[in-house]
């Protein structure tokens, strides 16, 4: 099985970087957004799939991130930095959100989130200095690395895969790590983590401000892609949407927000018939999927493979 | 002064519609663990079947009726049957996520079914101003005040004077021990489903008139009756009405006398100070269930 999954994944990099050779340019932006998305999926499954936290505010950090590049390279922050910084904040945020949420039980976090999307979008709409307000921040630039211009779409689109390829080695690096093995622990059994010794409130918490990071650090290659950022993009309707990611394509498994973002970025798409009726089926099928596969897509292919492999092969590691 | 008691007057208004829409939030809670994110959306939507019977021809005071009826059956049997029982195996989690795509389906469902633009909506009583004590005060929230009280007074008699109402609380503090005792535990479940039913359909009807019908009304008010529930402990009544009066007036004189710009910021602000300095709610105690 696990040649399986490795034969799958080398099956689909080596498509993610021909695709857009045969796409047409809005096929490469959307490719890119799935790329961009694909990383705040990442971010929130650490939350969602790994300590079981719902956060709602996803794409509140990913407008941060966003509005953060928008606002400092203008100013001759080169774009590194800047999105660094986006990490770094939305790291710094997190982790005080998540501080005094996780204190208590219940899912507390999940409303504190909630809040705080609001709270970001009042911030954005109404400190017109800063941010311009309801009008957004138009013409945020493409960065260039060593006189190579992301200008082009398919540039763009080739450094948001790179980018989504250095991240997502890192989280997957971070999971394999002693330390990173916490979170598994915190996935598998939390009772048993915290009995041999795991202070699984220091690593939830430490799951949900890494997890904003990555959102953070999505909102940093989001404001260059769409080239135009404003506070409605950032609303809860963005957090929902990453969830639903996360769990459409399989909470807990590494590569489901890959399968949940393209899903996510594709049907709607695919779905230009139904028009305004998208969100409700999607809606419903969501709902479906929960009542008969909470885990997902992967969950379900992981169940179907089960099902087929012979027995006693299976000796799970 | 004056202004101070006008504002206090509507702010216990809006607090009491918060209030019973957090009551309905934490009942539902306590007796089966369904944390409802789709709660504000259930407040939505009773008010479109109030338009939508009067637009079948339907006088206000039967359309009302008919859309309590209607939350009952759709908000409270459907909601149960359809969305929280095939769940309840997998824990709390699924459940979660899965009212919140019942929220989205509700919202979009509202908006494509029947309109994206807020609709006027009949009040309850011919607006008019009444003077107490040199301060001008609405009907309007004085109506509101009335039913609120009224329907917590008879929610709270049910709880606690009658057989049904010791029968819910067993089932909520400890199901149990209510199944060995022989309480029928489901159906006390799926009453707490239909209570809540009412709740909202009330809700719906005091709060439309004042915030006009829109699909997209349940996201702020969702958002008050979860913070009104854990500032006033989120596992008792008197707790969610409590802490629905406080956002509400808070809510109101922040608005008038801070900023109006940060308005949906103050919830928060209350929110994180109550959970950093009295997790478990104003009235709530740790780690314990009652009604």
């Excluded at chain 2, 922040?254 to 602000?269: D, E, H, K, W």
């Amino acid at each position: 099985m696990k040649w399986l999954a490795a034969g799958a994944a080398a099956a689909a990099a080596i498509f993610a970087l021909i695709a857009p050779l045969l796409l047409k340019p809005f096929g490469i932006y959307l490719i890119s957004m799935w790329a961009v998305l694909t990383i705040a999926a990442l971010g929130l499954n650490l939350t969602l799939g790994y300590a079981g936290q719902v956060s709602l505010a996803q794409g509140a950090f990913v407008g941060i991130g966003a509005y953060t590049v928008a606002l400092l390279t203008p100013v001759g922050c080169p774009f590194a930095l800047a999105f660094l910084a986006a990490g770094a904040l939305c790291f710094a945020v997190g982790w005080v959100l998540g501080y005094p949420a996780l204190r208590v039980q219940h899912h507390y976090l999940a409303f504190v989130t909630l809040a705080f999307s609001t709270l970001v979008f009042l911030v954005l709409r109404n400190e017109e200095w800063l941010t311009g307000g309801i009008y957004g921040i138009n013409g945020v630039a493409r960065p260039s690395f060593f006189g190579w211009s992301t200008f082009k779409a398919l540039n763009f689109y080739y450094f948001s895969l790179g980018m989504l390829a250095v991240l997502a080695a890192a989280t997957w690096w971070m999971l394999r790590s002693p330390w990173g093995r916490a979170f598994v622990a915190l996935r598998e059994n939390p009772v048993r983590a915290l009995s041999l010794g795991l202070d699984t409130r220091r690593y939830t918490l430490m799951a949900f401000a890494i997890g904003s990071s990555l959102g953070g650090m999505a909102g940093a290659l989001y404001a260059p892609l769409v080239q135009f950022i404003e506070p409605v993009s950032f609303t809860l309707g963005l957090s929902f949407n990453l969830l639903l990611m996360v769990i459409v394509g399989g909470s807990g498994y590494f590569f489901g927000p890959f399968v949940g973002a393209l899903i996510a970025v594709l049907l709607p798409e695919w779905m230009r018939v139904a028009q305004g009726y998208y969100l409700i089926v999607y809606a419903m099928l969501v709902m479906v999927m929960m009542a008969f596969c909470p885990s997902g897509i992967l969950g379900l292919l992981e169940r179907a493979l089960k099902a087929f492999a012979p027995r006693g092969k299976e000796a799970a590691p | 002064m004056a202004s101070f008691f006008q504002l206090l007057v509507s702010g216990l208004a809006t607090g009491a519609i918060y209030a019973l829409i957090a009551v309905g939030f934490t009942l539902v809670w306590q007796t089966s663990q369904t944390i409802n994110f789709a709660q504000g959306e259930f407040v939505m939507l009773p008010a479109f079947f109030v338009l939508a019977a009067m637009n079948a021809g339907a006088p206000f005071w039967l359309a009302a009726a008919i859309s309590i009826v209607v939350s009952i059956a759709v908000l409270g049997v459907l909601f149960k049957l359809v969305v929280v029982d095939p769940m309840l195996k997998y824990g709390v989690l699924p459940l979660v996520i899965s009212t919140i795509a019942l929220s989205l389906l509700l919202k979009e469902g509202a908006k494509e079914f029947y309109s994206s633009q807020a609709q006027p909506f009949p009040a309850l009583v011919p607006a008019a101003d009444i003077d107490i004590l040199g301060a001008v005060v609405s009907t309007q929230s004085l109506a509101v005040l009335a039913v609120a009280i009224v329907t917590v007074v008879a929610l709270n008699l049910l709880l606690n004077r009658t057989r049904l109402g010791r029968q819910m609380q067993a089932t909520a503090q400890n199901s149990t021990l209510a199944r060995i005792l022989g309480i029928p535990v489901e159906r006390m479940v799926l009453y707490t489903f239909l209570i809540n039913a009412v709740l909202v359909a009330i809700a719906s009807i005091l709060i439309s008139p004042i915030y006009l019908a829109k699909f997209n009304n349940g996201d702020t008010l969702g958002l008050a009756a979860f913070i009104a529930a854990i500032i006033g402990g989120f596992n008792q009544v008197r707790g969610a009405i409590l802490g629905g009066v406080i956002l509400g007036v808070l809510d109101n004189l922040s608005a008038a006398y801070i900023s109006s710009q940060y308005r949906g910021a103050f919830p928060l602000v209350i929110l994180i100070a109550v959970i950093l300095l009295r997790p478990q709610g104003l009235l709530g105690r740790v780690e314990e269930r009652t009604i």
